[in-house]
């Protein structure tokens, strides 16, 4: 049976709710012995199962645990200019950002890229956005969060982004129902990530290439035919970051011998992806 708005089984939802009580690390015996028996006899395969057990530990992950840092959100100021909001959707193809005033701890609200857009053809005219008229009013959620009821939440209010802040009320980061499917099935995929099934290499358009953070510095020399070190870093991610001298945040630049480097996932503590171009001789 599948859930009318698109968010998963129902099955994983009474699951969750019959299981998840705060103590899932492991699970309950008569249903993990249900689940080895239909394993062993293929009535539930592996990828099933790994949904079934993602759902269960729901309840032991917070907010704090997938939302993407403020050092690594992409928002867009209530001054900006159409140009400049344009800009950012070409450089982020998302569907929703933030909109901060002074700082991205005075978020305004929540705007999604087709009302801008709209907005856009409203008003040929004019450099400016009116963002009042189409903005929402953020969803804010404390980082101790449990998923299992961000995700009811997200559903109730049937919106697909949050604002976490920390005991200080400060904005720490956000969270989107994406964030938090991708616990239960694992990472989605969509048009604008490198596909899984060109490796920890993956080439684009236009000469760019989307470069896996832990990809070896042996297989992105044997790949490119190039002579990057790995006397002291044994990945890309540790010798862009060397190079950094700290993690990077989300689209930071930096060039590496014959190559441009930029940042295209990071997390807190590490940098998952980035694109890559070879610099013109």
């Given at each position: 049976m599948t859930d009318i708005e698109g968010n998963g089984p129902k099955w994983l939802e009474w699951l969750n709710e019959r299981f998840s009580n705060g103590d899932t690390a492991n699970l309950p015996p008569e249903l993990n012995e249900i689940l080895t028996e239909a394993t062993a006899s293929d009535s539930v395969d592996q990828h099933t199962l790994a949904i079934i057990k993602g759902a269960l530990q729901m309840s032991n992950l917070r907010a704090r645990d997938i939302m993407v840092p403020r050092t690594s959100m992409i928002c867009i100021n209530e001054n900006d200019t159409a140009e400049q909001v344009l800009a950012t959707f070409d450089a982020n193809p998302h569907s929703r950002f933030p909109v901060v005033g002074d700082d991205s701890n005075d978020i305004k609200g929540i705007v999604h890229a087709k009302d801008i857009t709209r907005e856009l053809i409203k008003e040929q005219s004019s450099t400016s956005i009116n963002f009042d008229s189409i903005m929402r009013k953020?969803?804010?959620?404390?980082?101790?969060?449990?998923?299992?009821?961000?995700?009811?939440?997200?559903?109730?209010?049937?919106?697909?982004?949050?604002?976490?802040?920390?005991?200080?009320?400060?904005?720490?980061?956000?969270?989107?129902?994406?964030?938090?499917?991708?616990?239960?099935?694992?990472?989605?995929?969509?048009?604008?990530?490198?596909?899984?099934?060109?490796?920890?290499?993956?080439?684009?358009?236009?000469?760019?290439?989307?470069?896996?953070?832990?990809?070896?510095?042996?297989?992105?020399?044997?790949?490119?035919?190039?002579?990057?070190?790995?006397?002291?870093?044994?990945?890309?991610?540790?010798?862009?970051?060397?190079?950094?001298?700290?993690?990077?945040?989300?689209?930071?630049?930096?060039?590496?011998?014959?190559?441009?480097?930029?940042?295209?996932?990071?997390?807190?503590?590490?940098?998952?992806?980035?694109?890559?171009?070879?610099?013109?001789?």
């Open positions: 953020p969803n804010v959620i404390a980082e101790s969060k449990p998923l299992n009821e961000l995700l009811q939440e997200f559903r109730t209010t049937r919106q697909h982004m949050a604002i976490v802040v920390d005991e200080y009320t400060q904005v720490s980061g956000l969270a989107t129902i994406e964030d938090v499917l991708e616990q239960i099935v694992g990472r989605i995929v969509d048009e604008h990530d490198a596909p899984d099934e060109v490796g920890m290499i993956g080439e684009t358009s236009n000469g760019t290439y989307v470069i896996k953070g832990e990809t070896s510095i042996s297989e992105f020399n044997e790949y490119f035919e190039s002579n990057l070190s790995d006397e002291e870093f044994n990945t890309i991610s540790g010798i862009v970051v060397s190079k950094f001298g700290r993690v990077p945040d989300l689209n930071e630049e930096i060039d590496i011998e014959d190559f441009h480097f930029e940042v295209a996932r990071a997390e807190e503590r590490k940098v998952s992806s980035f694109r890559m171009t070879k610099k013109t001789q």
